[in-house]
Each structure stands twice: as C-alpha cells, then as structure tokens.
C-alpha cells in the first residue's frame, strides 16, 4: 500500500504511483511537476510550540504593484505542506507546491518591465485553532495598557489574591477577579500568527 487508493493510484493528485510503476531511479518516481519548494526553519519556536501551523498563502497588493507593498490576500486559501520532517534537535521541513518564482513574485522595475507583476506568497506561522494560550505577557507594552492583553507578569502586586487590578482604557466587559468566567476572558491570549513574504526568505537572485 502507498496510500494513494485503489481508484485514483498514480493520478497527479498523489504524491507517488503504485510501487510496481516506480521504473525510474530511487527519488524520481514522483508525479509531482517541479519539485516542491522547502521551507527550512531553524527555531526553539516549534519545540516549545510543536503544533504551530505553518502554510504558504497567497499575497495581494496593497497599493501599486510599483510600491511593493503586499499583504495576506483573504481571500486565497492558504496552501498546506506537501510533507513535513523534522531534524533534531531543532529544525523543520516544510515542503509546499510552488517553484521559486511562483512564491517570490514579481514586482515591477518601472513601467517597460516585461515581467507581469505578481504578489507572490507568504510563508505563515499560526497557533492552532482550538488550543487557547492563558497567561500574561512578560513585561509591560511600551504603547500604554490598553486592554487585558497588555497585562504583564512585572507587576507582582497583581498576583496577590486580594489585589484590585485597575481596568485597561478597554476592559471589553470583564472585570478583574469578578468570576472565572472573567478571569479566563483576561488571561485568554490572542492568538498569534507570523507572516513574512519568499522572497524575503529565498536567496537572491544573482542580476
């Protein structure tokens, strides 16, 4: 078994055909068109947060493609790795659909650039959804505290059972000790999500 099924075996939406038709060499027997594109990151990251998700999804512009400026197209459904491995003790492999050019993008040197402009795609890493964070931050935010998101672990005094937590500018209807359910709302932590674009990753292309 290759888990590829009995009914679509070898089709192109697998990674590899049936073992009987693996006539070429060892490692070139996939169905795939080009060879994935393999993001490699080098973190503690994932060893303290191993079920962080990491995709590939596609940019849009955000004003003219001559300024460069990108972002997350939310519209476009993020692209899943083809496969993943991990090399101890801290790095990982993620290997995505694309060829370099398709991931960098394109954006254009001036008007008589014969290359279409193109956003590309970021390279993302989100928490899971479904498994929430509760705690405090580590210090206090230098742009003031404004919400129980911006409460700090350097302010001790919180942490003493009886201690009266002055509200944020924007309490967002808990209050400080007031029931579990308050409690829980404050130190639920927004999740977090990390996107920075290929070609900001990938080598540069010699001119």
Not at 38 to 62: E, G, I, K, N, Q
Not at 132 to 140: A, E, I, K, M, Y
């Amino acid at each position: 078994e290759n888990g590829a099924g009995s009914e679509n075996a070898g089709a192109a939406t697998t990674d590899v055909p049936p073992l009987p038709d693996w006539t070429a060499l060892l490692g070139a027997n996939g169905t795939a068109a080009v060879a994935p594109l393999v993001l490699v990151l080098r973190s503690d990251l994932l060893r303290r947060f191993p079920y962080t998700l990491v995709t590939a999804h596609p940019a849009v512009w955000t004003g003219t493609p001559a300024q460069g400026r990108r972002t997350l197209d939310p519209a476009a459904a993020p692209l899943q790795p083809l496969f993943t491995a991990t090399l101890e003790p801290d790095v990982a492999l993620f290997a995505f659909a694309l060829d370099e050019t398709t991931a960098r993008g394109h954006v254009p040197t001036g008007s008589s650039d014969p290359v279409p402009a193109d956003p590309g795609y970021f390279f993302v890493l989100q928490e899971r959804p479904g498994q929430p964070r509760f705690g405090l931050d580590s210090t206090v935010p230098g742009d003031g505290y404004d919400t129980w998101d911006d409460l700090s672990w350097d302010r001790p005094a919180y942490l003493d059972a009886g201690a009266t937590v002055p509200a944020p500018t924007d309490p967002g209807g808990a209050t400080w000790a007031a029931t579990s359910a308050d409690l829980a709302a404050i130190l639920l932590r927004s999740p977090v999500m990390y996107a920075r674009h290929a070609d900001d990753l990938l080598p540069v292309t010699p001119s």
